[in-house]
T-cell receptor, first 113, second 118 residues
Framework: KQEVTQIPAALSVPEGENLVLNCSFTDSAIYNLQWFRQDPGKGLTSLLLIQSSQREQTSGRLNASLDKSSGRSTLYIAASQPGDSATYLCAVRPLLRYSTLTFGKGTMLLVSP | GAVVSQHPSRVICKSGTSVKIECRSLDFQATTMFWYRQFPKQSLMLMATSNEGSKATYEQGVEKDKFLINHASLTLSTLTVTSAHPEDSSFYIC??????????????FGPGTRLTVL
C-alpha cells in the first residue's frame, strides 16, 4: 500500500526566505505526483504536476522536483511571501489507470511579515 | 482551468437527519468522480470512487449504506450522508477527472463542504 510522508509537518519562516518542503512515497510505481495548496477551510488548488518521466516542473516562484527511484519529491518556494501561508499537500497517483491520488498529511507553512 | 463546484459549502444539521451534497464539473465531462473526507489537521482520505452510470466503489471501512453516492450524469455526483451523527462531522471534498486519452487527465477538486452534525 502506497504511503506518502511529508516533512516537516509545520514550518514558520520570515518573509523573503527560500524554503523546501519534502515529500516521500513508498511505492515508486507512480504515474505522476502533484503538489497542492489548501487554505484553511477551503478546497485544494493544484500547484504543480510532475509526470513520472519528468524530473521537475516550475511555475513562478515554485519549483517541484521528482526522484522516482528514491521515492522523493521536493517543493521549493523562492522568496516566500505572507500570502504563501497555507498547507501544502503532496499526492501521488499510482500506475493503475482508474486509481486516485494518495495524499500526505501536508506541511503547514506560515510566512510572517 | 476546469472548475468543480460543491453545494452547499456549509451545512449544520441535527443528529439523525440526512444531508445531500452535490458535486458538479462545470466545464468538462467527468467520467470519474471521487469523494474524500478530511478531519482537522489530517490529510484527505478517499471514501469512494464513482464512474458515471455505475455503482460506486467504496474504500474499506466506509459504509455504503450510510454514504450513498449517485453519479447520475457526466457532470453531477451526489453524496448523501444518511442518519448523520456527530462523528460524521467533517470536511467533505469531491474531485472530478476528465478521463482523457493517454492518462493525461488531471483531477480537479471542489471547494469542499463543511458538515457539522449537532
Amino acid at each position: 500500500k502506497q504511503e506518502v510522508t511529508q516533512i516537516p509537518a509545520a514550518l514558520s519562516v520570515p518573509e523573503g526566505e527560500n524554503l523546501v518542503l519534502n515529500c516521500s512515497f513508498t511505492d515508486s510505481a507512480i504515474y505522476n505526483l502533484q503538489w497542492f495548496r489548501q487554505d484553511p477551510g477551503k478546497g485544494l488548488t493544484s500547484l504543480l504536476l510532475i509526470q513520472s518521466s519528468q524530473r521537475e516542473q516550475t511555475s513562478g516562484r515554485l519549483n517541484a522536483s521528482l526522484d522516482k527511484s528514491s521515492g522523493r519529491s521536493t517543493l521549493y518556494i523562492a522568496a516566500s511571501q505572507p500570502g504563501d501561508s497555507a498547507t501544502y499537500l503532496c499526492a501521488v497517483r499510482p500506475l493503475l489507470r482508474y486509481s486516485t491520488l494518495t495524499f500526505g498529511k501536508g506541511t503547514m507553512l506560515l510566512v510572517s511579515p | 482551468g476546469a472548475v468543480v463546484s460543491q453545494h452547499p459549502s456549509r451545512v449544520i444539521c441535527k443528529s439523525g437527519t440526512s444531508v445531500k451534497i452535490e458535486c458538479r464539473s462545470l466545464d468538462f465531462q467527468a467520467t470519474t468522480m471521487f469523494w474524500y473526507r478530511q478531519f482537522p489537521k489530517q490529510s484527505l482520505m478517499l471514501m469512494a470512487t464513482s464512474n458515471e452510470g455505475s455503482k460506486a466503489t467504496y474504500e474499506q471501512g466506509v459504509e455504503k449504506d450510510k454514504f450513498l453516492i449517485n453519479h447520475a450524469s457526466l457532470t453531477l455526483s451526489t453524496l448523501t450522508v444518511t442518519s448523520a451523527h456527530p462523528e460524521d462531522s467533517s470536511f467533505y471534498i469531491c474531485s472530478a477527472r476528465q478521463g482523457l486519452a493517454g492518462g493525461a487527465d488531471t483531477q480537479y477538486f471542489g471547494p469542499g463542504t463543511r458538515l457539522t452534525v449537532l
